[in-house]
């Protein structure tokens, strides 16, 4: 599939040879990102990036890759600023933001929001998140860096062996990144939760017809035994029926320094897609593991824009003049290339 045309909608429109070019068109986005090079590709188009719940890395990382193309960037943040406060439909604002843009970035809590919306909208949509639902833009990132990583070690994806640890009730990180690594070989999930916050069955029976090992667990400590990845998530708390609710699992698992030397092995890379709760009753992943060299969560928000930018490049089908449009940049940029 080349996915021109395309909305983005969940990570199952992926085969692992789409995976595998999309990580391929990011690699060669790298000179932009890194401000070695400039291109221009996308001059006069418009991205409309409509975040109805909140979000840093996702928003921004979408509207940089747009602006490092050379598109312009309309965005809108909040609910009350919309129709939508005055009772408009999701269809009749994607018909309305589909005639003033290119391409739509969209974040709904409502899982299938997106879906709706790119249903009635004459332009694609990328899925920046629906609900406890999916986030495919953040699961190709994650495994993005997860193949970079493996890489310095001289392995791949498949055999892989990653510990999901958390709120995998909630986490749509996780849902659209197990669904992904479903697509490799071999993979051996452990993955571990608060009893009550455990995987979707849905998830787990598929990657188990698939040939995977799925092991499921309440034990953070003994989930990251033997594991290439450890991959931590926040409590969503905005899922829960009631902040009390969400209050009963926050601080139950926290990777910290101590944990890690005790338990995992010495080149086991740790991932969150972030933020990471730093507030002192939660902890998930402790500061004081900024100094682990396989702490890789700056590397993963770095590689957001790269992949970004070739889902853009992708959808909007300029993937082969991305370098025609190039020159040098002309101000000073510092020292950008990542590790
Ligand atoms: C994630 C999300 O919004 O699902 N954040 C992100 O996009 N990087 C994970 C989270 O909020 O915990």
Redesign the pocket.
Known sequence: MDFVGQSILSVDQFERADVERVFDIADAMAPYAHRTHITRVLRGAILSNMFFEP?T??RISFGSAFNLLGGEVRETTEIRETSFAKGESLQDTARVLSGYSDIVVMRHPQPGSVSAFAGASRVPVING?DGANE?PS?ALLDLYTVRKEMAVLGRGIDGLRIALVGDLKY???VHSLCKLLGLFSRVAFNLASPPGLEAPPEITERLQTQGHVVQQSHHLERSIHHVDIVYV??T?EERFASPAEANRYRGLFRLNQAVYTEHCEPNTVIMH???RDSRSEARELDDDLNANPNLAIFRQTDNGVLVRMALFAMVLDVVDQVHQHAMPVTWYTGKRTPR
Do not use: Y
């Open positions: 979000s890395r996702t998140g986030h953040q986490g749509r990180a998530t926040r969503q897609p972030l933020p």
